[in-house]
Structures are given as C-alpha cells and as structure tokens.
C-alpha cells in the first residue's frame, strides 16, 4: 500500500525557517529538556503512592496511567510524527492501535516478568523513536538509500521500545505484588485513555493547521524541529548514562 505519510514530502522539503519555525523549535527543545520529557518520569508523590499502597486499585492506576501518557513529551512527539501527513482516519487509527499494541504488550509483560533494561538506554532509544520517524516525514530514508522502511513495522517496534521504558520505571519503584495485574491492567487503561486525550487535542490542532497555507511551508521546519528534540532527548540520556557508570 502506498505509504500516505510521503503525500506533500516534495513541497515541505522547500520550505524556509521563518520566525515561528524558529519560535515553534525552541518550545519542542524546551520540552524535550523539560524533566518530566526526558524520562518515563513519575513525580515524587505518584513515585511513594506507587510504593506504599498494595491491593486493587483500579482508578487510582487508571488515573496514573493517564496522567503519564498526558505528560509524557516523548510518547506525544512520537505520536506527532507518526500522524503528522496523515489525513484519513482508517489511517490514523492502524498506526495508533499498533503503537497502542506494542506498548502495551510490554509494559504489561515487562512488569509482570520482572524484566528491566536500564532507564538511560531504553529513553535513548526512545528519543531515538522520534528522530527516526522525522527523518521518515522529511523522505530522508528514500533520498539517502533509495527506499523506504516498513511504518507499520517501525511504529509496532518502537511501541515495544516505549513499553519498555514505562515497565522499567515501574519496576524502579517496587509496586506491590498484591493485585498487581488488576492494577497493571487499570495502569494500561488509563495510558490508552491518556493517548486518545492527547491524540484529540493534536489533531485538532493539526486540522486547523493543515486548513492553512502555513502547513506547506512549516512542515518541513517542523519535522527538523522534532528531529532536534529526539537528538536533545538521546544525549541526556547517553550523558545520564556515561556519568552514572
């Protein structure tokens, strides 16, 4: 099937680095170096709840998982890219449902069997996420090598990368085996629902973007703009990595 993400590639690769491009890559790159961006981070007070409490605690976990999807820069940067020259929705939904799938798998999988990679490596893989699918709305792969790689298959496997790194946070914080997988369970619903916020609120704002003739010209700009972020969030990480060694 033709790839509906390379529609408007040719136009976008001519497009100049106005005064909002420039506006526009400085708030990225400041949320990208922002805390909570940098990492599957969760806050001091999420951090001892987790720890402290033990049972079912279903919407306690469903609204934790929400709140990590909302303020997770990362998954929202990625999901950016991915829809970014999608205009159908059957599209828009096979590419969210396979990263939703791939996340989910195992940040489940991952917690249940006690499997951790350390935080440092699986975040730089995810910044990693970002500045792969940019470089694919910028048609880099088919200028520089002359094809173009599977989305489906990369957005599925860097789902299973962003998974990764939530069940090696919750790990870190030693949640309580008892009711573990209802809580797992609640913790994934409330990821999904965070994705469907935060997906509502980008194409929103992508429909009333791409009504104007601004989007022809910024998205180039744009996508160079996610790139950088993904790079800024790859070499806190592998600096994180290097100093804690």
Excluded at 55 to 78: C, E, Q, R, S, W
Excluded at 122 to 137: E, R
Excluded at 168 to 184: H, Q, S, W
Excluded at 225 to 239: D, E, H, K
Aim: positive net charge; charged residues 10%.
């Amino acid at each position: 099937m033709h790839d509906p993400s390379s529609r408007g590639r040719s136009h976008a690769r001519s497009a100049p680095w106005p005064a909002l491009s420039t506006a526009l890559l400085a708030l990225i790159l400041a949320l990208a170096w922002s805390h909570q961006a940098l990492a599957h981070a969760v806050t001091a007070g999420d951090q001892g709840y987790i720890q402290e409490i033990s049972g079912v605690n279903l919407i306690p976990f469903v609204y934790l998982g929400a709140k990590h999807m909302v303020t997770g820069y990362d998954h929202i940067l990625f999901l950016l890219g991915v829809i970014f020259f999608f205009y159908q929705m059957k599209h828009i939904g096979i590419y969210v449902t396979l990263f939703a799938i791939g996340h989910s798998t195992t940040m489940l999988l991952g917690v249940y069997f006690n499997v951790g990679i350390n935080s440092y490596i699986i975040d730089a893989i995810i910044g990693l996420s970002v500045v792969y699918k940019a470089l694919d709305n910028l048609g880099a792969y088919q200028r520089w090598f002359g094809f173009q790689p599977n989305t489906k298959a990369a957005t599925l496997i860097f789902g299973f990368f962003h998974g990764f790194g939530l069940s090696t946070k919750i790990l870190e914080y030693n949640i309580a085996p008892d009711g573990l997988v209802p809580n797992l369970l609640a913790f994934n619903v409330g990821v999904e629902i965070g994705q469907l916020l935060a997906l509502s609120a980008i194409l929103i704002v992508m429909g009333f973007w791409r009504r104007s003739p601004s989007f022809v010209r910024h998205a180039y700009t744009a996508n160079v703009a996610m790139m950088c972020a993904g790079f800024v969030l790859i070499g806190y990480q592998l600096t994180g990595l290097a100093v804690s060694s």
